[in-house]
């Protein structure tokens, strides 16, 4: 009974209930790390206050609103909106409230700029949809009070800057009117809004800020029409683009009277340069407008006379005018040259002056400048100094002063689109990752700084430096792989297209690197990274390579533009070829098949259905030749509710005929009622789950077998109409219907309905069993259902004999048409939050119990035990079911706070969960990641295999003195009690 | 921590004890005042309009829970999260052993599992706007507290009928005022050091039982009555249990 002694062991492992996953306080950071980003800077405003810190409120594309510290580029306070919440605009005002508008212009917040604590919000409503505009003006003052003036919504609000309270509201109800800007005259009362109607009319409405009464509505016509946006030359004057993009009308509005100029853009540039678009900027006086290759800055003199100052073929970034003095502006221009950046900060009247003029060096993983934002400050001799913050093509952030990078910030890790992991080098002489290893002279300097640490001698920044380095050395953070396989690198790409590799130790960045196969060229218009996969990853008869991953991207938005591959060497970050497809990229199968070269074999499908082998390689087509009959996938349409089932055919035929492309044909379709069912979600078994028993041994000496298949798909749909949020409808016209489909046969083993539910549907599967969460109606709470699916062909063989003769789910016949003898067993229960993602633990052999890891909307991370979702939970368990394990039956699952695996941190706006088999059994890498990035390492059956870290080797080493001492005297006192024996 | 009964935002300073129901007299926070929020003159008003639980003498109105938008279409709901963390807690209950991090800043309330996402005001209430009639979920995410979600019902046909209940223990809310129903204990609490872990441990034990055995043991046998022990040794002798002396090369000698 080798197998039944095995389960009491396992069984004996997963005994205890309490809490699996705690921790002490003094434990956080020892084996996790806890990281926070904000994303993608859209806009900065910097805090003008004297005293205090210095700081920057910045607005992200990540929806996040965060005050930063200027000195370090820390985070004071930041919050994340809600997904739809998006940012329009961001002001300071009164100098100490922080203003954002948000929601397309309908939420209006007020927000504590030293804390962060939310003041006031309100909801500004209007008739129509529009730019949304928010200015804070320094000038308008009711009583003490500060005027914020929005426009949005087609509608012009006056907001009081304390209280949130609207003063007053004017419509702009015309029907085609477009708000282009909303301008205020310093030093005045009015309100300039501009705007086009009917695409060929210009219009002028001049409003008392005081009252929000019209006091002139101006229009004009211009035949030509007009493109894009209008840039604001002076407050009376703006300039736009005609349809054609190829005249230059400079429009004024002087004194309420609507006067224009029309001038070609071949009468200031000789040659002809096709449309141009304006680059929105604030600049007085100047502004510049973009073709495809060349950037030109043009200056208005006096009333619409236009002359061109600079014509450049850089790569250009220009920030909006900062105020320096009561009529003088400035603003800050970054160019491009190879490695460095070149920063001019000008006047904004006088464009052949430099106030100052830098040379930045700058590593070229960071791409372009795409945003630049100016800020100055008085140096000690009262001349002005100006800082710039960029924001560069990768997503990071950084402040330039005196021509140095003071700070930066990755916050393109705010954004992770997928994750895959590596391994890192084996422990060898001579062998690293990146620029670890140091040279001799810095490894007698860490030597010696140590011997001064030893002596008392060091200074606290050599303390700090013998702290870092003791770090970057402790076992930890090595750059070499460890016998348990806690040290991994994680790949990780970034919507920005870049890939960052970070040591799961302590969370560094080993390397980064932008990916050039995901600029924008001619072929390419708008790349976008898709997915990660492990290309090579050498274990055997590869020992000497480097492990690689492959990186899949495409041209465009949609699914048929063409593919982009490219492959990158973990070790060192670098690029090792990138391949330009000329095929889509609609679906990426990793097959189970590694080459000679230990590169994994990966099919791609594209928009025509055909197949597509990588890598192009004779050995790869061989070995894919031999196994040609045993390659099924399938396809889910979501619009039409279909899932498809393919195999390939043959060679492709056809002018795009090459060796390595296969046709292929449908094996099988699913299809849902379109009026009655809609996909909401379909998950499948990781690919690299192991499971290491088939069977499970029940109370009453039974065995069950698990119906273990790697085709296995569950597919959840509900009804059209509660496709939608919570509470949109009713329990009677709800309903969630659950399958699990084999994805070979297409053969549905098991469908459930639950009347009453409704999405969104999270699940995740594993070995037999998938775990679902979606919503309950009836019961206004979330549910949590387990489905468990067994073979029942094999139920017979119930001791070793029969199951080693017996009969074998591979004997059976595998037909289509024969049907699968299974049993399902599944449970519900209630759960208290929301989720935000699912995962479940996973071991490098499969034999520790698992965990399912929640990610809930608080952005935390829950780890709850397999064991309270288990369909054989009763109420009243008998005593050989509770000697198993099973947990008496509870309505809802338990939330204990201690099993919190982010414990008192948020993975703030948590979008994905990844678990990592670590070498050693017991445990199991978890990697979070969101705004925030946290990783730890989980035991979910305790660290069985290894002394946990709070061993204690002075009690062993007491014990063993003792132990020694003991058989020491109580030898001594046999002996002595022997010789009196004999003597007696 | 259970219900605390301080209503720190009491208007009226009405001792504690004669507040005549278990519900906090409050007014409609300041600033909203002007925000298209029909103004309910009295209090018999509000009780028809929402039948909702309205408490408020002849000098102040207060309001429940619910308001209604002028407009019939759409309802806002509002509502006061009971923080004890604030620093103002007058009367410094339940502070003790809440030095947390996070302060009202970070607590979010969520509508629908994310559909909206607001904060709280310094004073601990939010509002949520334009929501339309049907059954809603709203959540509190705060670090070290467990809120249980609640359940919202707006009323289609009559507009401005909110019910609220906790959905865990399906306790209705007279009004919408959200308290949590523990406090989150994130980290195990390290016990003291105390001879008694020590003597529990696996060490521990393994030195108690040597210490038996060595010291306890010889005066076990030496208690013996001599016969009795040559009896045993005899029977022991007879059953032929085979000891492992006998076993070994030369252990036969005996």
């Keep these: ?984 | 921590m259970g219900r605390v009964a301080p209503h720190r935002e009491a208007p009226l300073k009405v001792p504690h004890k004669e507040v005549p129901l278990k519900v906090s007299h409050r007014e409609a926070p300041m600033g909203w005042k002007n925000q298209e929020l029909c103004t309910l003159s009295s209090c018999h008003q509000l009780w028809k309009l929402s039948n909702l639980g309205c408490y408020g003498t002849h000098r102040t109105v207060t309001f429940a829970r619910a308001s209604l938008n002028c407009t019939h279409d759409f309802i806002r709901v509002w509502g006061w999260v009971h923080h004890q963390w604030s620093s103002e807690d007058p009367q410094g209950l339940g502070t003790k052993g809440f030095a947390l991090p996070g302060k009202t800043s970070n607590v979010k309330v969520i509508l629908n599992g994310g559909q909206i996402v607001t904060y709280l005001r310094p004073d601990g209430y939010f509002l949520f706007q334009n929501i339309p009639a049907g059954t809603h979920l709203i959540e509190v995410a705060a670090i070290g507290y467990f809120f249980s979600p609640v359940r919202v019902d707006v009323s289609a046909r009559n507009p401005g009928k909110v019910q609220a209940a906790l959905t865990e223990n399906r306790r209705g809310l007279s009004e919408l005022v959200l308290e949590p129903l523990r406090d989150e204990q994130y980290y195990e609490i390290r016990e003291p050091f105390s001879i008694m872990s020590v003597v529990k441990s696996p060490m521990g034990l393994m030195v108690g039982f040597m210490l038996v055995v060595v010291f306890l043991m010889p005066k076990l046998v030496e208690n013996m009555d001599p016969e009795e022990m040559r009896r045993a040794q005899e029977e022991m002798r007879n059953q032929g249990v085979p000891s492992l002396a006998s076993l070994l090369p030369g252990g036969g000698r005996n």
């Excluded at chain 1, 061109?308 to 850089?314: G, I, L, S």
């Excluded at chain 1, 087509?621 to 349409?637: A, G, M, P, T």
């Excluded at chain 1, 870290?949 to 132990?963: G, K, P």
């Design chain 1, 1 to 984: 009974m080798a197998i039944r002694s095995f389960f009491l062991f396992i069984l004996f492992f997963s005994s205890s209930i309490s809490p699996v996953f705690s921790l002490y306080e003094d434990q956080v950071g020892l084996m996790d790390w806890h990281q926070q980003y904000i994303g993608k800077v859209k806009q900065a405003v910097f805090s003008s206050q004297r005293a205090g810190r210095k700081r920057v409120v910045v607005s992200t594309e990540e929806n996040v609103i965060a005050s930063l510290d200027l000195r370090h580029g820390e985070i004071f306070w930041r919050h994340l909106l809600g997904a739809d919440d998006v940012i329009d605009g961001i002001d300071i005002g009164l100098g100490k409230y922080v203003i954002t508008l948000s929601s397309g212009g309908s939420i209006l917040r007020s927000w504590n700029l030293p804390d962060g604590q939310m003041v006031w919000e309100s909801s500004l409503q209007g008739p129509k949809h529009s730019k949304s505009f928010l200015l804070v003006p320094t000038n308008l003052k009711f009583d003490k009070d500060n005027l914020l003036v929005v426009f949005s919504n087609g509608r012009l609000h006056a907001i009081s800057c304390i209280d949130g309270e609207v003063l007053w509201k004017k419509d702009f109800e015309a029907e085609s009117f477009e708000v282009q800007q909303v301008i205020l005259p310093p030093g005045s009362d009015l309100i300039h809004v501009v705007g086009f109607a009917a695409l060929s009319q210009f219009e002028m409405y001049q409003i008392n800020a005081k009252n929000g009464e019209l006091l002139k509505h101006e229009s004009a016509s211009f035949s030509s029409g007009f493109s894009g946006q209008v840039s604001l030359v002076s407050t009376e004057t703006v300039v736009a683009l005609d349809s054609t993009g190829s005249i230059l009308l400079t429009i004024s509005f002087q004194d309420g009277k609507i006067s224009s100029q029309q001038t070609p853009i071949s009468n200031l540039v000789e040659d002809s340069l096709g449309p141009a678009v304006i680059i929105p900027s604030s600049v007085s006086g100047i502004f510049a407008i973009k073709t495809d290759a060349v950037t030109i800055f043009i200056r208005v003199i006096g009333k619409g006379n236009l002359e061109v100052v600079e014509k450049t073929t850089h790569e250009i970034a220009v920030s909006d005018a900062l105020s320096i003095s009561e009529d003088q502006q400035a603003f800050a221009l970054i160019q491009h040259a190879s490695s460095e950046i070149h920063l001019t900060v000008k006047l904004a009247h006088d464009w052949d002056g430099n106030l100052l003029k830098e040379s930045v060096k700058m590593d070229r993983q960071r791409g372009l400048v795409h945003k630049v934002f100016i800020n100055n400050y008085i140096r000690t001799d009262r001349s002005y100094g100006f800082r710039v913050l960029i924001v560069m093509e990768d997503h990071s952030l950084l402040l330039l002063q005196q021509g140095e990078i003071v700070w930066s910030r990755e916050d393109g890790l705010a954004s992770i689109i997928d994750v895959t992991t590596s391994e890192l080098p084996v422990e060898r002489d001579g062998v690293s990752v990146a620029k670890v290893e140091h040279n001799l002279f810095e490894w007698l300097k860490g030597h010696m700084l140590k011997l001064k640490g030893t002596l008392m001698l060091a200074s606290p920044e050599d303390m700090a430096a013998i702290q870092s380095m003791r770090l970057k050395s402790s076992e930890k953070s090595k750059m070499t792989r460890d016998h348990n396989g806690f040290r991994k690198l994680l790949i990780v790409l970034t919507r920005a297209g870049k890939l960052f590799a970070l040591h799961t130790g302590d969370g560094r960045i080993v390397w980064s690197y932008l990916l050039r196969s995901l600029h924008k060229s001619e072929a390419c218009q708008s790349p976008i990274g898709l997915n990660l996969y492990q290309w090579q990853v050498p274990h055997h008869h590869a020992m000497d390579e480097n492990p690689s991953v492959l990186v899949v991207s495409r041209c465009g938005p949609s699914s048929d533009t063409s593919g982009v591959l490219s492959f990158v060497d973990t070790y060192t970050g670098k690029e090792l070829s990138s391949l330009s497809l000329d095929h889509a990229v609609v679906q990426v199968i990793p097959l189970p098949y590694t080459d000679s070269t230990e590169q994994r074999l990966h099919l791609l499908i594209d928009a025509d259905k055909h197949a597509h082998l990588y890598p192009k390689t004779s050995g790869a087509l061989s070995i894919f030749k031999r196994e040609f009959s045993n390659i099924y996938w399938y396809s889910v349409e979501d619009q039409n509710g279909i899932i498809k089932g393919h195999a390939l055919k043959c060679k492709c035929t056809g002018e795009v005929a090459d060796e390595f492309c296969f046709d292929t044909r449908d094996l099988w379709s699913v299809v849902f009622p379109s009026e009655s069912e809609k996909t909401i979600a379909t998950v499948t078994r990781k690919l690299n789950e192991v499971v290491h028993t088939q069977a499970k041994v029940v109370a009453d000496q039974d065995v069950m077998y698990k119906y273990i298949s790697r085709n296995l798909l569950f597919v959840a749909t509900v009804a059209p109409k509660g496709s939608g949020e919570i509470g949109s409808v009713t329990p009677e016209e709800s309903w969630l219907v659950a399958y699990l489909i084999d994805t070979v046969t297409g053969r549905i083993l098991h469908r459930v309905t639950h009347h009453g539910s409704q999405g969104p549907v999270h699940a995740v599967f594993s070995e037999n069993w998938v775990v679902y969460h979606y919503f309950n109606l009836r019961a206004h709470r979330y549910e949590m259902s387990v489905i468990e699916i067994y073979d029942q062909s094999r139920a017979d063989n119930k001791d070793v004999w029969k199951l080693v003769l017996g009969k074998h789910n591979l004997t059976s016949p595998i037909s289509l048409f024969s049907r699968p003898e299974v049993i399902t067993k599944s449970q519900s229960y209630f759960f208290t939050h929301s989720l935000k993602a699912i995962a479940v633990t996973s071991t490098a052999k499969g034999i520790t119990s698992k965990q399912l890891l929640l990610g809930t909307i608080g952005d935390q991370v829950l780890a709850l035990d397999k064991r309270f979702l288990d369909p054989r939970r009763t109420v009243n368990p008998t005593q050989l079911e509770k000697e198993e394990g099973i947990i008496p039956l509870t309505e809802s699952l338990p939330i204990i706070p201690q099993s919190y695996v982010t414990h008192a941190l948020r993975v703030e706006g948590l979008r994905g969960i990844i678990t990592v088999p670590a070498k050693l059994e017991s445990t199991t890498l978890v990697f979070a990641h969101g705004v925030d990035l946290f990783f730890t390492q989980l035991a979910p059956s305790r660290t069985y295999d290894s002394l946990t870290e709070d061993f204690s080797y002075a009690l062993l080493l007491i014990t063993i003195v003792a132990l020694v001492a003991a058989i020491f005297v109580t030898w001594r006192l046999s002996e002595r009690k022997e010789l009196q024996e004999k003597w007696r």
